[in-house]
């Protein structure tokens, strides 16, 4: 298995966006400046700025004066205010990290108690943005106990600071104007950073967009009011989507939809934007195939030799698997260790659909490692799962959850060899119709050789369209799904469903794999207000298929859970809303709605089933479910409802 940790191994072949980031770093004429990394949650961001990190602090002899420090703000969080922590936390590194001059450590002092000052008084939104702050007359201001600690370190072995200096400080911030701070703290910055003698200060920052929005916003302003100076480049790396909605959080009386504040935003703070994309097909294909190369035993010279070869492609070979089973073949001279060659066909079989639902490293590391704990589960029950069949059934699992959840129900009740889901599989992938020729009486009379064979002619397979599959399979994705190998028509899927009982009860492992947008989004879907819930839905657009899957998932689960579902924030409305923001997930709510009982259907969902359907497949199946709500006898207002409404469904 996989360490979902950030790594500086690079096995996506990113050098391109590290050296690009590298590059402004190292252009003094550019100083001072601020990267934004950007890319969704699980994109590998955090890995990338390690390889900055390794890149800036190597053997490049012109790296040596560039100081490298990290920063995260989501340590801080819940106990400290978020500009005061990153000041203080570059002035701790500057000061122990480097040689200061007597001028250096008074600096640092003086430093220390305007932070001092700023938390004591608990700098607010507006001394962010100029706003005219004097703090109170005559306010006491106690010095913190760590700010204490860190003064006393500098004036340990110091001639040139007194401790009467520091103490003066501390009397002088009594009365001194907030918006005067500012400036001179910048100002005194710049001159630590001069008496230095570095080259450049290059701060880190991770991990932003897991803070609360009102932390990622204090991070930014200590950044653009406090420390932007000469010789300083901040390297960002946050979900982009996390931000725009931390300053819209932050503003909301501004106007609506037309004004992009949380852009502009960026745009004025951010001057190099680098975003990183979601990898293709063949890029998951390489990179899954690495993660098993590094894991197979080939050795640490023959790895790094494949993994050079791979992020080292040219122009003719971007868009190709750059690590296959050939190209290890050829490596290692035919003799491929261990269960390599299992391991690269299961990869040519699940990139595709990765690549198509979420296309991000840790996705793919989280769905390994779950693949291989299950194995790993059934070999110590003395049980053998093909990988192959273990992970078609967990794409499923994880991307259609509701139709897994059908499937382990027919599987159950007919010994593990669901007869739907082979008659599904035969009609997407037909065997073509072989029949003899017919021949005009014309050639059957002048045809003299009895033993020369008949014609044969072969009838294509019907087009996919023309296939009716049952409803939990009857999507795009579900087709795809159903067409690649291997087919599972002829396995007793009962050991496999058996290891995925943690997913199939009341409560499944929906919430881990939620990124912070989408737990956003979920909070906000039961906000009391109208205007939040609308805002949610608003930015399903901006989820992508794996987000809004996961989603619905978490929906779901609260649909099994909720005792009201008449209620204004029902699970199951925010449901019907979220399937008509996402018409992917259609299939998925009418699967839902056909297994719930019938007594627990509210009558609204006759209305929300009409309004949900997008083709004329959908709308059968929507019209076949009502139609089964106006015959039943246990819920008579439902019923009764899907009577009055049933003419209204189109076929």
Known sequence: MWSDNESSLDLLGCHHIVDVIVSVVENEALSPATVGVFGDWGSGKSSVLQMVRARLEGPNPGNKQALVLNFNGWIFEGYEDARTALMSTILDEVASKTTLTGKGRRLVVKLLSRINYMRAMGVGAKAAFGFAMAGPAGAAVAAAPELIKKAAELLKDSTEVSKEDFESFLKED?????????????????ELIEDTKLRSLVVIIDDLDRCMPDTIIETLEAIKLFLYAHKTTFILGADERLVKYAVRRRFPDLPGEKVEVGRDYLEKLVQFPVRIPPLGRTEIETYINLLFAKDSGMGPEKFEEARTKAIACDAQTLLDVRFNHGVASALL???????????????????????????????CKRFLNMLMMRLAMAKSRSIELKPRVLAKLMLLEYFRAASFKRLAEIQAQEQGRPAELAKAEHDVRPTPIVQDDEEDDETKVLEKSPEKPKKQKVLPPPKPSEVELPLWL????????????????EVDLRPYFYFSRDTLGQVGVVMP??????????????????????????????????????????????????????????????????????????????????????????????????????????????KRIAGHWAEQKENLKLQGIAQYRLKDFKD
């Not at 009857?474 to 028509?489: K, N, Q, T, Y």
């Not at 109208?530 to 657009?541: D, F, G, I, P, S």
């Not at 719930?596 to 083709?615: E, F, R």
């Open 174 to 190: 009594k009365t001194r104007e907030l918006r005067r701070d500012i400036r001179e703290f910048r100002k005194e910055f710049e």
């Open 333 to 363: 001279g035919g003799k491929l260790p261990g269960d390599l060659a299992e391991h690269l066909a299961l990869s040519q079989r699940i990139a595709p659909i990765l690549a198509n639902t979420s296309g991000y490293p840790r996705q």
């Open 474 to 489: 009857s999507d795009d994705w579900s087709r795809e799904w159903l067409e690649s190998e291997p087919r599972l028509a």
């Open 513 to 622: 794999r939620l990124s912070p947008l989408a737990q956003i989004i979920i909070t906000e879907l039961f906000d009391a207000s109208e205007a939040v819930r609308q805002n949610a839905l608003v930015k399903a657009k901006d989820l992508n298929p794996d987000e809004a899957a996961s989603v619905f998932e978490a929906l779901t689960e609260r649909v099994h859970q909720e005792e009201d579902r008449n209620d204004e924030r029902s699970a199951l409305r925010r449901c019907f809303d979220w399937a008509k923001a996402r018409p992917e997930l259609v299939v998925q709510l009418l699967t839902v709605l056909e297994s719930l009982p019938v007594k627990t259907v509210p009558t609204y969902a006759v209305v929300g089933l009409n309004d949900l359907p997008d083709s004329d497949e959908k709308r059968r199946y929507a």
